[in-house]
T-cell receptor, first 114, second 111 residues
Framework: AAGVIQSPRHLIKEKRETATLKCYPIPRHDTVYWYQQGPGQDPQFLISFYEKMQSDKGSIPDRFSAQQFSDYHSELNMSSLELGDSALYFCASSLQGTGANVLTFGAGSRLTVL | AQRVTQPEKLLSVFKGAPVELKCNYS??????LFWYVQYSRQRLQLLLR??SRESIKGFTADLNKGETSFHLKKPFAQEEDSAMYYC?????????????FGTGTRLLVSP
């Protein structure tokens, strides 16, 4: 079965550069979540989208933005990168209205800022 | 505020020993509780959820509303159980059903 696909797998950027991460949810899932997991840290919720509209917002810096497109894939755009942005960025998807909200996670995109 | 607490950062046991990973939560209402596992260099995977009351890979977890706990247990640990384990909760109070994670417990099972 198709899982949540994230691209790229690894990304190396320098300070003040920009980066874009992509997430392709499980087919027919209508909700996408972005999480940031720093080294040795628990995943921190950044933002989520339901039916292409932002549904919730967490600890996402103003330098970051995200959107969900008509095909339900989502992109996380990060600008003016800082060293502290180095982390594993997980995307997860779910289908609302199916009982317990089970999130299925992608393998993550590892961003290293030098 | 919704919060998940996992008091142990690391739990090291020998193969065959019982395991209990502690999880306590604070939440106003009826949350949904989950355990996610992250094996080395792999994605977060759902291990089990409280509403299903099932045993996965020998692990069980019972929601204790009185103690606001959702401890993960396994009677006989195996080496392949070594991983990071995250307790998480979800509910209407957390926002649009997003997961709030605990800080995780690393389980090391030695031969």
């Amino acid at each position: 079965a198709a899982g949540v696909i994230q691209s790229p797998r690894h990304l190396i950027k320098e300070k003040r550069e920009t980066a874009t991460l992509k997430c392709y949810p499980i087919p027919r899932h209508d909700t996408v979540y972005w999480y940031q997991q720093g080294p040795g840290q628990d995943p921190q919720f950044l933002i989520s989208f339901y039916e292409k509209m932002q549904s919730d917002k967490g600890s996402i810096p103003d330098r970051f933005s995200a959107q969900q497109f008509s095909d339900y894939h989502s992109e996380l755009n990060m600008s003016s990168l800082e060293l502290g942005d180095s982390a594993l960025y997980f995307c997860a998807s779910s289908l609302q209205g199916t009982g317990a909200n089970v999130l299925t996670f992608g393998a993550g995109s590892r961003l290293t800022v030098l | 505020a919704q919060r998940v607490t996992q008091p142990e950062k690391l739990l090291s046991v020998f193969k065959g020993a019982p395991v209990e990973l502690k999880c306590n939560y604070s939440y106003s209402g009826s949350p949904e509780l989950f355990w996610y596992v992250q094996y080395s260099r792999q994605r977060l995977q759902l291990l089990l959820r409280h509403i299903s009351r099932e045993s996965i890979k020998g692990f069980t977890a019972d929601l204790n509303k009185g103690e606001t706990s959702f401890h993960l247990k396994k009677p006989f640990a195996q080496e392949e159980d070594s991983a990071m384990y995250y307790c998480a909760l979800s509910g209407m109070n957390t926002g649009f059903q997003k997961l709030v994670f605990g800080t995780g417990t690393r389980l090391l099972v030695s031969p």
